[in-house]
């Protein structure tokens, strides 16, 4: 197979050294396309379409098999993450026990829809089918820190804070 040069990166950010680094350990291989996905997600945070142009051909992948692969795996985010995560639980115990209503109540009470960031930048509401705390149902995950049992109110209040405005700027 002949040698295929690795294009240039999409732009002068020295991230971008990190990327082409993990894909030459890799042998600049189709192969490699998952683990420089992680290495371009890990850099910026997310997976823009200029870094899946990049992978595609610096990998010699075709485009589509690349956004296939980004739009296949729910550990890709294709948008840039809010400054908060909120992970609502819908596993069979949380959905029994409320979880489609503390979903329910943040998409109406913040305007946006799971797997999406508010349009501010606060807030990325996501779903998981289970986050393996049954007992806690229904449970949440926010920024990192697993909650619950909650209730939509609770949910609403302890995401208030993300909205505020920091004390200091202008209004």
């Known amino acids: 197979m002949p040698h295929v040069p690795t294009p ?6 020295k991230r971008w050294k990190l990327v ?19 290495a371009v997600q890990q850099a910026f945070g997310h997976l823009e379409p200029a870094s899946l142009r990049y992978l595609a051909a610096a990998l010699g992948v ?6 296939g692969v980004a739009t296949f795996y729910h550990h890709f985010v294709l948008e840039p993450p809010g400054a908060h995560t909120c992970v609502v639980c819908l596993g069979t115990a949380c959905h029994l026990k409320g979880g489609p209503a503390i979903l329910s109540a943040v998409e109406r009470a913040h305007r946006v829809k799971a797997g999406q960031t508010t349009a501010g930048g606060e807030l990325s509401l996501l779903v998981a089918r289970c986050i393996g705390v049954c007992s806690l149902a229904p449970a ?26 920091p004390e200091g700027s202008p209004r």
């Open 8 to 13: 240039p990166a999409p732009s002068a950010d």
């Open 20 to 38: 082409t680094t993990s894909l030459r350990r890799q042998g600049n291989a189709p192969h490699a396309l998952i683990e420089g996905m992680h």
């Open 62 to 67: 075709p485009l589509s098999k690349a956004y």
């Open 140 to 165: 949440v995950v926010l920024d990192g820190d697993i909650q619950g049992p909650c209730t939509p109110a609770q949910v609403l209040e302890r995401l208030a804070p993300c909205f505020e405005e």
